[in-house]
């Protein structure tokens, strides 16, 4: 038995063990190269597996050796190998995350780590008993590492199968807080998954047109509705807000650096001398500003890069920074 077939055994053992999976339920798959990928059989128990139920397929989903049949999920692994930077791929039915998709359109985590590691999570719907559809989660999975299909399980991709299951382990302990919350308080939280720090609603407050992303107007824009903002202007004094952030488009090697003065923004400087240096391409940077994904999980996740700075030190501000972008994410850019 070859290593990366001991490997795929013990994870499928492990998230049978966490009860993430049961019977014969989920499947789990990688890539071996460019063009080939190990996948679970079709009615593969994940806690039980052995090497004969791997299948070693190629980029069209047909298994390299004769008489075996990979998974009935096939397609969607595909698809979302095609669609992202994936090199694992975790597809369970955690109980918890299942229950709670049936009465919720996404998931707000409750704590910092699960808000920085997994974010708001997806829930996308479904009817039918396999994924017939994947382009809607595809998509959800260039910004999000793990998301939740309606009434189905959870989709997790990593660069290892660890981090696949750290994530879809994660999300099931997450969503069992959210359970303990609700029934602490009495009442179940709203139906749409949003806590209660409310996104800020663009509304009449948003400018006529759309900006160039990272032109000078751009980035006059979010410093004026930051300093405008209550709640930032707050969390900063509570915070000591005082250091100065760069913003660094790499395609166009353009830099801002925002300074703040116990929560206050005084100044914008093109140029990047900031204490702290956050980097991206254009792709990345449009997702953020346009509320796809969360600029501290996209820094997780390595879309934006922290180059200078540490993220420790970063992440005592994370309250301020955080209504900071979602202030900004109100502001329409090309």
């Not at 980035?219 to 405008?228: G, K």
Request: charged share 20%; net charge neutral.
């Amino acid at each position: 038995m070859v290593k990366l077939d001991r490997e795929i055994i013990r994870w499928g053992k492990l998230l049978f063990e966490r009860r993430l999976i049961s019977g014969w339920g989920g499947n789990l798959s990688c890539r071996l190269g460019k063009n080939q990928f190990l996948i679970t059989g079709q009615h593969a128990p994940l806690g039980f597996l052995t090497p004969k139920d791997l299948v070693r397929m190629n980029g069209e989903g047909k298994a390299l050796r004769k008489n075996q049949r990979a998974s009935s999920e096939t397609p969607m692994h595909l698809a979302v190998y095609a669609g992202t930077d994936a090199q694992a791929i975790v597809h369970v039915h955690p109980p918890m995350v299942l229950a709670f998709s049936l009465t919720h359109e996404s998931f707000v985590p409750v704590s910092f780590e699960e808000k920085y590691t997994i974010g708001e999570v997806p829930i996308i719907p479904q009817d039918t008993p396999t994924v017939t559809k994947p382009e809607k989660f595809v998509e959800e999975l260039k910004y999000h590492p793990v998301v939740i299909i309606k009434g189905h399980g959870t989709v997790a991709i990593g660069k290892t199968f660890q981090e696949a299951f750290l994530l879809t382990d994660l999300l099931e302990e997450a969503v069992h807080c959210q359970f303990f919350k609700e029934r602490v308080n009495g009442f179940p939280a709203a139906s749409n998954g949003t806590d209660s720090n409310q996104r800020p609603n663009a509304g009449s407050q948003q400018e006529s047109g759309r900006f160039a992303l990272f032109s000078r107007e751009h980035m006059q824009a979010l410093v004026d509705r930051a300093n405008q903002d209550s709640e930032f202007r707050a969390h900063g004094a509570e915070t000591g807000l005082t250091t100065s952030l760069t913003l660094l488009l790499d395609e166009a090697e353009s830099a801002w650096t925002v300074k703040f003065i116990d929560g206050a923004i005084t100044a914008l400087d093109h140029g990047d001398g900031g204490e702290f240096m956050i980097s991206g391409k254009a792709e990345w940077w449009n997702a953020v500003f346009n509320n796809r994904i969360d600029a501290f999980l996209a820094t997780q996740q390595g879309k934006l890069k922290l180059k200078r700075g540490e993220l420790a030190q970063l992440s005592r501000w994370y309250k301020p920074f955080q209504r900071a972008f979602a202030i900004w994410q109100t502001i329409p850019v090309q």
